[in-house]
């Protein structure tokens, strides 16, 4: 069969051309996804016609195509399942359509990171495996205010061809007029939020001014009585009104604040004292009162730190109401006593927040390390001036009995520094980088010439324009004088601006951070826990830890994709901070402390001072008998003896050699070595503990094998 060129020609163009409107519109196309967002919870429930419009996508869906045993009527009875609380907002997924119902009750406004049903689409969307997104309207794929959200899901569309289909119509970005379309209703959206925003806002205001509930947290201690109820079902709330059984309890909390003058005192006091659960009638409640963010057990809300000092600061307790910069006060009943609040917050406010940490450098790993050990992983805080990392913050807040992690510094820092600049070789990009700063600097400081050069030059016609202007009585050259001059003060305005945005780089630094890079390894020691941490900050992501037994284990999240493991081993003795009494060793120090010989306590307790025996023992209220030591005979220390101790003290020969050597005791060894103001040899001091770990190797999986151990 012989094809002409004519023939030829059409089918080489029937392939290229563009495909027509109704083509880029079919259905159905790929896989589908219902999607089904509401703004919140109250919508959820009451929002009846939003819910059910979710179901019959499924009918259409079903109509244009698309292959599933689900149907309308399944899909409505498990939305309604959902509405009344007895399903948590899900999936669903058969055959070529997914409904999607994980948005139900979040904002419009949020982004993917707080939108898992938002993720899922631009997943597959990226992927191109989605034909069709099926909402009731466009507006419910996104109300973000900053115009990013709903650029970016059209822009995926378009390149993937996937459709929007409303009940109504099918759009496609691909076509011009549907982009337009679309863009213009997440445009009226957007308005549409902002409009009500504003109303919002000025309801809010006005309610404030008459005291009223404008959605903030109820302090403890109040409740909101329902004055009426709309027939939507959500309530109109009255000034909030005292409830005794949470008032008692803020009394109670108050007056233990003011009797011990600290608040870590006062909740320890306060143990076991909790603010009871609301009644069933005021079960609304729950979501209303501040309580609601509150660690709470079987018996009701744990009193923490942060409540109490929070409550000895709220002014509703004497009746006064807050809102934004509105104070009225006298607004409702007060329900403690103005003298008991004042003195609280004398307490509260008075006391000093900024310790020694304030003028300490950070430690290096300050603000990199996290803690595994908890459901979501927690920030360790870094006690600059202790040198000590501690998870404390599910303790502070009252949700578990101990601190969660409490290491000395140098245990973590040690190995975490060794690896990660084991695996640093920086010599390769130092000067291509830095000569890269240099020819910056250089053109910065040419730029910086020539700025300084014009804005000269524009300063001296400026001059000249007001000397011609105050000279001229022509009325058109004093008006065109006058337009002149707001030109160029523009102009030098701009520079100004200009010159404080642009600061060139200084050369002395240059060569400071090409020495740094250089010796990284050899100098590290050398430089300051600033430089450290900014350093680190810049290639590390994070470091998450999680305790077993003596064992820390360190999972480093390197900005550059990859994760590397190490097993750090706590020494087993060292610093008495990182070793808590256990609670076979109190139970012996109860037993021994009162009766028993110092050297029977010692025996008892291997590994434990005598210092830190009657410090714990003090801790748990633990008296012992006085005992009445006569001192030996005074002898005067002889010149022989202070030259023999000065010898021995500085040559770094142990205490009790010395003690045994001079006949004295060790107080008396320390107090003449102070007076004659003796020194002893960095060796003889105390010295780090040993830190063993085992190194992992890098790499950007998860199944890696250990290595070699390494010690310092």
Known sequence: M?????????????????????????????????????????????????????????????????????????????????????????????????????????????????????????????????????????????????????????????????KIRTPEEIFSPCIERDWDILDEEFQEARDEKKTSNRRLYRKKIQKAKDGKYVGTPICPGFYLPIEERRNDGSFVFGKQARYDPHAQVVSMALEALVHHQNPSLAVKSLKGTTFPFFPPDLKYMESRSALRSCHNTSEGYVITIGLLNGLAQNFALIGTYIYRDIVKENNHESIVDNDLFWEGYRVVSSRKRRGRATYQEPLPFDGLLWCSDHPDIQRISAHNSKCTYVCDGSYRSGKQNTICLDVIHHIVDIPLVTVILDQLDLSVFTDEVLEKLEKEEIAGRLKEFRQKKQRTNLETTLENLKVNLGRTQNTELVSAYEGEILKITSQIKNLNTEQLSEKPVNRSKIKGMRDFLRNIKSTWDTHSNVLKNRFLKSIIEKVILKQRNSNIYATIVWKAGFEQSIIIHRPKLGNCRERKWSQSEDEALRALYQHSPECVILAALPGRSWQSITGRAFRLKIHRKRQYHPPAEWRQWTVDEDKQLANLYMSGVKLPLIVKELKRSRNAIEARASVKRLSRPSSARWKKSRVDWDVHNLKPLEKQTWGTPRTV
């Open 2 to 162: 012989v094809i002409s060129i004519n023939e030829l020609v059409s089918k080489k163009w029937e392939n290229r051309r563009k495909p027509e409107n109704d083509e880029l519109r079919h259905l159905p196309d790929r896989e589908a996804i219902i999607y089904g967002r509401v703004s919140s919870k109250g919508q959820i429930r009451d929002s009846l016609e939003s819910i059910k419009e979710i179901a019959q996508l499924v009918g259409l869906a079903r109509k244009d195509g698309f292959k599933t045993r689900l149907d309308a009527g399944y899909v409505e009875n498990w939305l309604s399942e959902i509405q009344c609380g007895l399903r948590e907002p899900g999936v669903l997924k058969d055959g070529e359509i997914t409904v999607d119902c994980r948005d139900l009750g979040l904002s419009g406004t949020l982004g993917q990171d707080r939108r898992p049903g938002l993720a899922n689409l631009k997943t597959h969307l990226e992927l191109k495996e989605l034909g069709a997104i099926y909402v009731s309207e466009p507006s419910r794929l996104s109300r973000d205010q900053n115009k990013i959200e709903p650029y970016i899901l059209l822009k995926l569309m378009k390149d993937s061809n996937c």
